[in-house]
């Protein structure tokens, strides 16, 4: 009698859930391959022109104009942007500066400015600037909140009783912000220099206002000449092998540091140094960002639209572009977070080669000028999926490849955040390993995922090359509205729909802001 | 010899009364353990002590000088008190040995020698000192903070629950070792902990601590014996607590006239009896008249948690772990005897 009870038991059907990582992974790979098309239409171009013109191409004294202007833009703007962004994060997060809730907030503000309507706006105010410097100073104020987010963020989430235990052994204060507090912001610093790093390389409206040559202007400069893209595929190979140079230095400067507080307990109140004295000589540097990255664009548009009056605002073609331009914007950022949400995971739980690799696909994919993007898309389109020539299918996997990682940066900060643990409590609570996922991780990230959706949608309402290239007829959003005018000198023109960029990017930074508020719990 | 003396410190967070008026004199080289239930204030005192909060108001004074007052205090940083926190809180981005050497100011040949030998010191292996903290057990993390805070021979060592992560057995065994490294560096030592064994065994001064205050201060088996209220005397262990009335050394209650110290009180007043004064047998006609009658019991091994209630007193009734070989069962009647004298409460 037993003994058939025993065997019933063994030949029980037992069922063998799929492993959550291998589903993740195939989906990952999937995205992965999609984004890597125009990296491979690229490769697949060179090879196509073959190796003595391919030399000839690379090989000559304009490329290497365009590669010192390229990294000195990048060598000079990424330091200033740190030591602006850490400086900034430190005083309004861990100090008794005034109004260091305003600050803060004017310190993510910036991005709701596209960066050409920051040169556009310097242009106005200073209509000679041109060249290395105005480049630098535009691409600081223009960029460096990518920094200023994810380092206040790390702020926030420093456990402050380790700056006590510091201090206990003997560490002044200095000495514990350089021992203590530096090393543990080093992910959010690498994360978000690099995302500077990629957009300096990618940016075309804001260099090409001020005639600062990159590569990403030479690339499209060479295809509006002429329209063989042979000579634009060779300089797009070179910018390739300058994000390959990017990713590895991050890569090695992030190394595999765990993340996650050690222990229990939940972080104690934060306590503020008093600045005392020092207040108002440090007031100077949020006053003097903000002037800069706000001032002088609120100048400039404000003189616009009072010299253009009424005339300048056509509401019907304004309306229109503002409809298009918003549907395109959501379902962008929705799309291009839910297909970052696989690596994410992957990256923080499954941290091993084949994820770093996939991860790194993912950026080099992105960092592919749009107007790369947008060919190899256009190509091929055109000549395997003609249905999908200017679909919004097409358009959204443009805006996928190039704003993956926006949104994968701030996911997979959120999700280091949750200890793995948790995900392990709730699977011995009886949760399936989805179920666990998705009742700890996913909901303790949503923050995160929100910030992704709001980063992403606000890189796509301010993104040009690749809209005008592969949006479907008849569209016309406000940034191709923007480009169109400024270009014909009519810069009052142009301002409404500046205004409106920045009207309607100011409440997703807001939102950000409030989110990586959020994640501290305050 | 006073090495450490809080003068009324009281510290508010908004309405909240964390400490409301905390004496406390500690002697040099004695190990003293705070014990109170969740929220008393435990970590809120020896936050202050080690310098990351100031007091709102009262003195604490180390070695004669002044660490804070009303006029100022003296930054963590500059007052060598070195503190483990109930999590460890060794930092993550340092291995075990830069962790140990962290507050060092020697080059890092010695420091690293310095580490080996405190993590000999704390009974860890130096294999351990190239990994990092998250590869270590909880117990291991343990003796490395303790490692890293011994490391710059504190003039005063506060434990803040720092064995409460651990298992029973662990916990034991970590206590003991950090007691003997402790004593063996003659290191003025403060333990705050929520387990009254824990205190009992570690202290030779005990602080009991409710709502901000220091109920009661004195040696471990001073207040265990002779506590000032029943709140302080279940805190520290069973208490049986009973009403009497007290006349000179005897107090009447319903375990008959039992021994009292004599004191200068007379009248109503409550006793109290610990579980081990107390012996229950079966009663045996009248050479041993019952007074009290068997509840409920639970089997527990070699002794039997039982429930005994009084017959002078229905309403009063007390659990006793009774040896098993007694065999007594739900019903049976029995002598209850008391030995020692019974404390009262004032
Ligand atoms: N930063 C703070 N802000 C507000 N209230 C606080 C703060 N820190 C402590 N408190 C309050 O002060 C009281 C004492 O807290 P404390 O942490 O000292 O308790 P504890 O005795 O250490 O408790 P436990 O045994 O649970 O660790 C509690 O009521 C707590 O809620
Ligand atoms: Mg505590």
Same mark, same amino acid.
């Given at each position: 009698m037993s003994s058939t009870a025993d065997t019933r038991l063994m030949t029980a059907p037992r069922y063998r859930l799929p492993a959550a990582s291998s589903w993740t992974m195939t989906i990952a790979v999937l995205v992965a391959l999609l984004a890597l098309l125009p990296l491979g239409f690229v490769l697949w171009a060179a090879i196509a022109t073959g190796w003595d013109t391919a030399v000839l191409l690379i090989f000559r004294s304009r490329v290497a104009e365009l590669m010192v202007d390229t990294i000195l833009l990048v060598l000079l703007t990424i330091p200033i942007c740190t030591i602006l962004a850490v400086t900034l994060a430190w005083l309004t997060e861990r100090t008794d500066l005034p109004g260091a809730r305003l600050w803060s907030w004017l310190c993510v503000a910036p991005l709701a400015v596209p960066a050409f309507v920051h040169s556009y706006a310097w242009v106005g105010l200073w209509p000679g600037i041109h060249g290395l410097g105005a480049g630098v100073a535009i691409s600081v104020v223009a960029y460096f909140p990518f %920094?200023?987010?994810?380092?206040?963020?790390?702020?926030?989430?420093?456990?402050?009783? *380790? !700056?006590?235990?510091?201090?206990?052994? $003997?560490?002044?204060?200095?000495?514990?912000?350089?021992?203590?507090? *530096?090393?543990? %912001?080093? %992910?959010?610093?690498? #994360? $978000?220099?690099?995302?500077? $790093? %990629?957009?300096?390389?990618? !940016?075309?409206?804001?260099?090409?206002?001020?005639?600062?040559?990159?590569?990403?202007?030479?690339?499209?400069?060479?295809?509006?000449?002429?329209?063989? $893209?042979?000579?634009?595929?060779?300089?797009?190979?070179?910018?390739?092998?300058?994000?390959f140079v990017l990713l590895g230095l991050e890569a090695g400067l992030r190394g595999r540091r765990r993340y996650a507080r050690l222990g229990p307990g939940v972080a104690r109140h934060i306590r503020v140094t008093h600045l005392g004295r020092w207040t108002y000589p440090l007031l100077v540097i949020p006053v003097a960002t903000a002037a800069f990255s706000l001032g002088i664009p609120a100048l400039t548009l404000g003189h616009w639209l009072v010299a253009g009056g009424a005339d300048i605002w056509r509401m019907d073609e304004i309306g229109l572009a503002l409809g298009q331009t918003l549907v395109i914007c959501l379902i962008g950022g929705f799309a291009t977070t839910a297909a970052a949400v696989p690596i994410a995971w992957l990256s923080v739980r499954r941290a091993n080669r084949s994820s770093r690799f996939l991860e790194g696909c993912y950026y080099l994919a992105s960092s592919m000028p749009g107007v790369v993007v947008a060919l190899a898309l256009v190509t091929v389109t055109v000549r395997v999926l003609l249905p999908f020539y200017q679909t919004v299918a097409t358009i959204v996997l443009a805006y996928v490849i190039m704003f993956l990682p926006r949104a994968l940066v701030s996911l997979r900060s959120s999700i280091a955040q949750v200890p793995v643990e948790l995900e392990q409590a709730a699977a011995s609570l009886g949760r399936s390993p989805g179920n666990a996922l998705w009742s700890t991780t996913v909901r303790l990230a949503a923050p995160g995922a929100a910030a992704g959706v709001a980063l992403s949608?606000? #890189?796509?309402?301010? !993104?040009?090359?690749?809209?005008?290239?592969?949006?479907?007829?008849?569209?016309?959003?406000?940034?191709m509205a923007f480009w169109a005018l400024s270009g014909e000198i009519d810069y009052a023109g142009a301002a409404p729909y500046a205004v409106l960029m920045v009207l309607f990017s100011l409440p997703l930074t807001w939102l950000l802001h409030h989110q990586s508020k959020k994640i501290a719990g305050r | 010899m006073t090495f450490l003396k809080l003068d009324s410190l009281r510290k508010h967070y908004g309405a909240v009364a964390a400490l409301d008026g905390v004496e406390l004199?500690?002697? =040099?080289? =004695? @190990?003293?353990?705070?014990?109170?239930? =969740?929220?008393?204030?435990?970590?809120?005192?020896? +936050?202050?002590?080690?310098?990351?909060?100031?007091?709102?108001?009262?003195?604490?004074?180390?070695?004669? /000088?002044?660490?804070?007052?009303?006029?100022?205090?003296?930054?963590?940083?500059? +007052?060598?008190? &070195?503190?483990?926190?109930?999590? &460890?809180?060794?930092?993550?981005?340092? =291995?075990?040995?830069?962790?140990?050497?962290?507050?060092?100011?020697?080059? +890092? /040949?010695? @420091?690293?020698? +310095?580490?080996?030998?405190?993590? /000999?010191?704390?009974?860890l292996d130096q294999a351990m000192l190239q990994r990092k903290p998250d590869q270590l057990s909880g117990g291991q993390q343990q003796r490395v903070a303790l490692a890293r805070a011994l490391a710059r021979k504190p003039r005063l060592m506060l434990l803040d629950e720092p064995f409460s992560a651990l298992d029973t057995g662990l916990r034991v065994a970590t206590r003991?070792?950090?007691?003997?490294?402790?004593?063996?560096?003659?290191?003025?030592?403060?333990?705050?902990t929520h387990d009254q064994q824990e205190a009992l065994a570690f202290a030779d001064q005990l602080a009991v601590m409710r709502a901000g205050r220091l109920a009661q201060v004195g040696t471990p088996r001073e207040v265990y014996a002779r506590p000032v209220d029943a709140a302080t005397a279940s805190f520290l262990g069973e208490a049986i607590v009973l009403p009497a009335r007290v006349r000179g050394a005897v107090a009447d209650s319903a375990l008959g006239a039992l021994p009292v110290e004599a004191g200068d009180f007379e009248g109503d007043a409550s006793i109290l009896l610990r579980p081990e004064q107390i012996s229950v047998q079966r009663a045996q006609g009248a050479s041993l008249p019952a007074n009290g009658t068997i509840g409920d019991v639970a089997f527990g091994g070699s002794t039997c948690d039982t429930q005994v209630t009084l017959d002078g007193a229905p309403s009063l009734s007390f659990r006793l772990d009774i040896p098993n070989r007694d065999m007594l069962l739900v019903g049976d009647r029995v002598a209850i005897s008391v030995s020692g004298k019974a404390h009262v409460f004032r």
């Open positions: %920094l200023y987010l994810p380092v206040s963020a790390a702020f926030r989430m420093l456990d402050p009783a *380790l !700056e006590d235990q510091a201090a206990s052994l $003997g560490l002044a204060p200095a000495a514990v912000l350089r021992r203590v507090v *530096l090393p543990q %912001l080093r %992910l959010a610093i690498c #994360g $978000g220099a690099l995302l500077i $790093g %990629l957009h300096l390389l990618a !940016e075309y409206g804001l260099y090409a206002m001020i005639r600062f040559d990159t590569f990403t202007t030479a690339i499209i400069d060479q295809f509006q000449s002429t329209y063989n $893209g042979v000579a634009a595929y060779m300089l797009a190979l070179v910018l390739v092998a300058c994000c949608s606000l #890189g796509i309402m301010n !993104e040009l090359t690749a809209t005008q290239m592969l949006a479907p007829n008849g569209t016309r959003t406000l940034a | 004199c500690v002697a =040099s080289g =004695s @190990r003293t353990a705070i014990v109170g239930p =969740s929220g008393c204030g435990k970590t809120t005192l020896l +936050r202050l002590i080690a310098g990351f909060d100031a007091p709102d108001a009262g003195a604490i004074l180390l070695d004669g /000088e002044v660490m804070a007052d009303a006029h100022g205090q003296v930054p963590a940083h500059l +007052r060598n008190i &070195g503190i483990v926190a109930q999590d &460890g809180c060794l930092f993550p981005h340092l =291995s075990v040995a830069d962790n140990i050497g962290f507050g060092l100011k020697t080059d +890092r /040949e010695a @420091r690293h020698a +310095r580490a080996a030998e405190l993590m /000999e010191m704390v009974g003991k070792a950090v007691a003997d490294v402790l004593s063996a560096a003659g290191i003025t030592t403060i333990l705050v």
